[in-house]
C-alpha cells in the first residue's frame, strides 16, 4: 500500500458522495481488492489484467501489458458531457501513459498526473542504493525520466509531495507554480481516539514503512543498537514489507537484537493503530524521501518523531520530529534517547507532532484537492 494509493482511494472515496462528480477507475482485480477494502464502493469500475500474471512473464511485463490495455481503453472510451478530469495516481507506466493517450484524444479534457518521487541518483555520493541495488536504481532512473517528459510537456496539473518538487516541474515554462500542486498526503486523525492508551508502552521505538533502500530500514537497525549500548532493554515495533526482508533479518540476528527488535508484517486499520499507541516514538529514517504520511500516521496518535535532515523533510514535518544531521547514525539514536529521557522535551514534540497531524486530516485534504481542480477548469 504506497502513499499514492492511499492519496487516490481517499480522495476518491470522498469524491464519489457528491451527486456531481461521477468516477471511473481504471485497475487491476488487486487495485479493486485494496479500494474496497478501504471503503471505495461508489465508482464504476474497469479492470485491466491482474499482477498475479507476473509468473508469466515478470512484474515488468505485466506494467507493459497494463499499459497497452489501458491505451485501448483510452481509444474505446466515450466521455459523457460536462468537465473530464484523467487523473494518473503514480509515474508508473500503466498509470500515466494511458492517462497521456486520453489526454491526446481529447485535447479539452484535464489531465492532473501525480508523480511523488523522482528517482535518486543511483551512483551520486549519498545514493540510497548499495551493492547490486544499484542496478535497480540504474533502472528505475532510465524507466521514469519518459514519464517525467511527457508529464511536463502535455500535463494540465501534477501533484507532488513536497514543495522542492514543485520546481522540477516548471522548465521550459510551459507549467507555471501554480500548476504543480504540494499534496502531502493526508491520515485518519478520528480513528485513532477509538483506540485506548495502555497503561504501559511495550515499544520505545516504531517504524512504518516499506522494506526499501530509500527507508532507511538496514540502517535503521544500526542506530538501534546505538540506543540498546545505552538503554539495553529498549524495543523497536517494525510493520512493514519488502525487497529488504531478508537482509533485515540477518542484520538483527547478526546485532543480537531478536530480543529488542519485533517484526510484524503489514498491518492496519486497528492493529496498527494499537501498535502505534503502544509505542512512544516513531522512527523515519529514511535516507531519500519526497515526504511520506506513514510517519505522521503515527503522529496522529500523539507519538513525536525522530529523522534525518533531509530537504523535503523541511515542509513536510517542521514539528513534531526532531532532525538529525544526514545521515549521523550516532545523533540519530542521541535524537531517540534524548525524547525517551526528557520528560519536558518529550511532552512538547508529542504536542507539536498531534497538532501538526490534525492539519492533515483527510476530510479537509480531499475538499483542498478538489478545489484546486476545479479552479484549474477553463470553459
Given at each position: 500500500m504506497s502513499g499514492g494509493d492511499r492519496i487516490w482511494i481517499e480522495c476518491a472515496k470522498r469524491w464519489s458522495e457528491r451527486r456531481d462528480i461521477k468516477i471511473n477507475v481504471l485497475t487491476t482485480?488487486?487495485?479493486?481488492?485494496?479500494?474496497?477494502?478501504?471503503?471505495?464502493?461508489?465508482?464504476?469500475y474497469v479492470i485491466l489484467s491482474s499482477l498475479r500474471a507476473r509468473k508469466f512473464g515478470g512484474v515488468y511485463f505485466v506494467y507493459l501489458?497494463?499499459?497497452?490495455?489501458?491505451?485501448?481503453?483510452?481509444?474505446?472510451l466515450s466521455l459523457p458531457s460536462g468537465r473530464t478530469v484523467f487523473f494518473s495516481s503514480s509515474d508508473f507506466v500503466p498509470d500515466s501513459i494511458p492517462a497521456w493517450a486520453?489526454?491526446?484524444?481529447?485535447?479539452?479534457?484535464?489531465?492532473?498526473?501525480?508523480?511523488y518521487l523522482f528517482a535518486a541518483n543511483p551512483v551520486g555520493k549519498e545514493s540510497p542504493y548499495k551493492g547490486l541495488h544499484r542496478l535497480k536504481g540504474v533502472f528505475y532512473s532510465l524507466y521514469q525520466m519518459p514519464v517525467y517528459l511527457l508529464i511536463r510537456k502535455f500535463a494540465d496539473m501534477v501533484w507532488v509531495t513536497s514543495e522542492p518538487d514543485r520546481y522540477k516541474f516548471t522548465r521550459k515554462g510551459r507549467l507555471s507554480l501554480q500548476d504543480i500542486i504540494a499534496v502531502r498526503g493526508g491520515v485518519d486523525t478520528k480513528t485513532p481516539n477509538l483506540v485506548p492508551e495502555p497503561a504501559r508502552k511495550s515499544f520505545d521505538g516504531v517504524f512504518i514503512g516499506r522494506f526499501h533502500p530509500q527507508k532507511g530500514v538496514l540502517e535503521l537497525i544500526d542506530i538501534w543498537r546505538i540506543v540498546c549500548e545505552k538503554q539495553k532493554s529498549a524495543k523497536l515495533a517494525i510493520i512493514g514489507a519488502g525487497e529488504l526482508e531478508g537482509e533485515l533479518r540477518k542484520k538483527i540476528s547478526d546485532y543480537g537484537l531478536v530480543n529488542n527488535v519485533v517484526l510484524f508484517g503489514f498491518k492496519d486499520g486497528f492493529e496498527k493503530l494499537r501498535i502505534?499507541?503502544?509505542?512512544?516514538?516513531?522512527?523515519h529514517p529514511a535516507i531519500y524521501d519526497s515526504g511520506g504520511m506513514a510517519a505522521c500516521e503515527a503522529m496522529a496518535c500523539g507519538l513525536p518523531?525522530?529523522?534525518f535532515d533531509l530537504p523535503a523533510?523541511?515542509?513536510?514535518y517542521p514539528k513534531g520530529m526532531l532532525k538529525t544531521p544526514c545521515f549521523d547514525l550516532n545523533a540519530f539514536a542521541e535524537n531517540i534517547l534524548k525524547l525517551l529521557n526528557d520528560t519536558m522535551l518529550y511532552k512538547k514534540t508529542a504536542e507539536d507532532a498531534l497538532n501538526w497531524a490534525r492539519e492533515w486530516d483527510w476530510?479537509?485534504?480531499?475538499?483542498?484537492?478538489?478545489?484546486?481542480?476545479?479552479?484549474?477548469?477553463?470553459?
Amino acid at each position: 500500500m504506497s502513499g499514492g494509493d492511499r492519496i487516490w482511494i481517499e480522495c476518491a472515496k470522498r469524491w464519489s458522495e457528491r451527486r456531481d462528480i461521477k468516477i471511473n477507475v481504471l485497475t487491476t482485480i488487486e487495485g479493486l481488492e485494496r479500494a474496497k477494502y478501504y471503503g471505495l464502493s461508489n465508482v464504476n469500475y474497469v479492470i485491466l489484467s491482474s499482477l498475479r500474471a507476473r509468473k508469466f512473464g515478470g512484474v515488468y511485463f505485466v506494467y507493459l501489458l497494463r499499459m497497452v490495455k489501458g491505451i485501448l481503453v483510452a481509444f474505446k472510451l466515450s466521455l459523457p458531457s460536462g468537465r473530464t478530469v484523467f487523473f494518473s495516481s503514480s509515474d508508473f507506466v500503466p498509470d500515466s501513459i494511458p492517462a497521456w493517450a486520453m489526454k491526446m484524444r481529447f485535447r479539452s479534457s484535464t489531465w492532473v498526473a501525480a508523480f511523488y518521487l523522482f528517482a535518486a541518483n543511483p551512483v551520486g555520493k549519498e545514493s540510497p542504493y548499495k551493492g547490486l541495488h544499484r542496478l535497480k536504481g540504474v533502472f528505475y532512473s532510465l524507466y521514469q525520466m519518459p514519464v517525467y517528459l511527457l508529464i511536463r510537456k502535455f500535463a494540465d496539473m501534477v501533484w507532488v509531495t513536497s514543495e522542492p518538487d514543485r520546481y522540477k516541474f516548471t522548465r521550459k515554462g510551459r507549467l507555471s507554480l501554480q500548476d504543480i500542486i504540494a499534496v502531502r498526503g493526508g491520515v485518519d486523525t478520528k480513528t485513532p481516539n477509538l483506540v485506548p492508551e495502555p497503561a504501559r508502552k511495550s515499544f520505545d521505538g516504531v517504524f512504518i514503512g516499506r522494506f526499501h533502500p530509500q527507508k532507511g530500514v538496514l540502517e535503521l537497525i544500526d542506530i538501534w543498537r546505538i540506543v540498546c549500548e545505552k538503554q539495553k532493554s529498549a524495543k523497536l515495533a517494525i510493520i512493514g514489507a519488502g525487497e529488504l526482508e531478508g537482509e533485515l533479518r540477518k542484520k538483527i540476528s547478526d546485532y543480537g537484537l531478536v530480543n529488542n527488535v519485533v517484526l510484524f508484517g503489514f498491518k492496519d486499520g486497528f492493529e496498527k493503530l494499537r501498535i502505534f499507541k503502544d509505542s512512544k516514538v516513531v522512527v523515519h529514517p529514511a535516507i531519500y524521501d519526497s515526504g511520506g504520511m506513514a510517519a505522521c500516521e503515527a503522529m496522529a496518535c500523539g507519538l513525536p518523531g525522530v529523522s534525518f535532515d533531509l530537504p523535503a523533510l523541511k515542509s513536510y514535518y517542521p514539528k513534531g520530529m526532531l532532525k538529525t544531521p544526514c545521515f549521523d547514525l550516532n545523533a540519530f539514536a542521541e535524537n531517540i534517547l534524548k525524547l525517551l529521557n526528557d520528560t519536558m522535551l518529550y511532552k512538547k514534540t508529542a504536542e507539536d507532532a498531534l497538532n501538526w497531524a490534525r492539519e492533515w486530516d483527510w476530510d479537509k485534504r480531499a475538499d483542498e484537492l478538489l478545489s484546486v481542480v476545479q479552479s484549474s477548469f477553463t470553459y
